[in-house]
């Protein structure tokens, strides 16, 4: 029997991604392999409860919300990952997304479930940590998202997506500000300055005070 380490499951809006403010189904993952500064859930860095992938296929298949997530943590870390990602796929033909910190394989993320990918910046203290073998495993639906402390992650940034093409390669590339340490707005200006194909991301949940 498969199974999973889960630091929580929730119903929320999604705050992110494409997707942001559709009702969400959430899984989050216990476990992480790297430490940026400005994680929000540190609680699931560790720890967890295993459950059956089965049971939280079930959750999901009774689930009201437009979509589900797999979160973290770093899910792709975890052995189940496949067979939770193939389940919640399979129990519905609504979207299924993976939130990713792009330092592992992507070929572990089933077809057709979205991986979100968050390439590290400098600021997050752990640049470096993609793997650039992934560039030629991002699909065409999958999304790519830089979170950015300030000016010297945007330039980071967007040298990245020029460089690579990540614009045309993916459905979505996201700029957001770390929250507390970018404006929006400045971030904002920056885009529209620079004339970038990519999305400015704020966190919805947050600015609504959801989790």
Not at 44 to 72: C, F, K, N, Q, Y
Not at 163 to 174: D, E, P, Q, S, T
Request: glycine share 10%; charged share 25%; hydrophobic share 40%.
């Amino acid at each position: 029997m498969d199974t999973v380490r889960v630091a929580e499951t929730f119903t929320s809006l999604q705050g992110e991604s494409r997707y942001a403010g559709w009702p969400c189904f959430f899984v989050r993952l216990a476990g992480c392999n790297l430490h940026c500064r400005y994680c929000d859930t540190p609680e699931a860095r560790a720890g967890g409860v295993e459950r059956p992938v089965a049971a939280l296929v079930d959750a999901w298949r009774r689930s009201r919300a437009a979509l589900a997530e797999i979160t973290g943590g770093e899910p792709l870390l975890q052995d189940g990952f496949p067979a939770l990602a193939e389940g919640l796929r399979d129990a519905s033909d609504r979207p299924v997304l993976v939130e990713t910190n792009g330092s592992l394989d992507l070929t572990r993320v089933p077809e057709g479930v979205t991986a979100v990918v968050d390439v590290k910046c400098p600021g997050s203290g752990e640049a470096g940590s993609f793997d650039p073998a992934n560039l030629a495993r991002l699909r065409p639906y999958d999304e790519v998202k830089f979170v950015l402390s300030g000016r010297e992650d945007y330039e980071w940034a967007s040298a990245c997506v020029a460089r690579h093409g990540l614009a045309g390669r993916v459905a979505a590339v996201h700029f957001g500000p770390v929250h507390g340490a970018l404006d929006a707005a400045a971030l904002a200006r920056w885009i529209l300055d620079d004339g970038l194909n990519v999305r400015l991301q704020v966190q919805l949940h947050r600015w609504m005070g959801l989790r």
